[in-house]
């Protein structure tokens, strides 16, 4: 019998409209780490994982902060894990990385830059 797990955080497409096996997952619009089927290295057919809070300076992300899992779901709950974890270590999100999301985002609504002097 399989193991039942739930999602706990948002988790979306990394690249809409291609037919890639590629995830993002997101706390509060805080990148928290990234799954996708490998169809490349040696590790072809597994689904590889891997944690990521950088835009949280100071974030104490546990070791090992990638690998590989049979399934995509497995590679999913790892992902999640590794965030917990870290946020545990860390203690609390500090309002600036709030301040650095909301800063990116409104960057990236204005990229790519419009050209100077209307041609």
């Not at 590629?22 to 805080?30: F, I, K, N, Q, S």
């Not at 590790?43 to 590889?48: D, F, I, L, Q, R």
């Not at 500090?94 to 301040?99: G, K, L, M, Q, S």
Request: with cysteine; aromatic share 14%; hydrophobic share 35%.
């Amino acid at each position: 019998m399989s193991e039942i797990w739930k999602r706990k955080y948002e988790w979306r497409v990394t690249w809409p409209g291609e037919n890639l096996k590629d995830w993002v997952a997101t706390h509060d619009r805080l990148i928290i780490g990234r799954v996708r089927l490998d169809t490349t290295s040696l590790h072809a057919g597994k689904y590889s994982w891997s944690g990521n809070c950088s835009s949280w300076w100071g974030f104490e992300g546990p070791m090992p902060h990638s690998g590989w899992e049979l399934e995509a779901w497995q590679a999913a709950k790892r992902v999640e894990g590794w965030y917990d974890e870290g946020c545990a270590a860390t203690g609390p999100r500090p309002a600036i990385v709030d301040a650095i999301i909301t800063s990116l985002e409104e960057r990236m609504a204005n990229w790519p830059p419009k050209p100077k002097g209307g041609y």
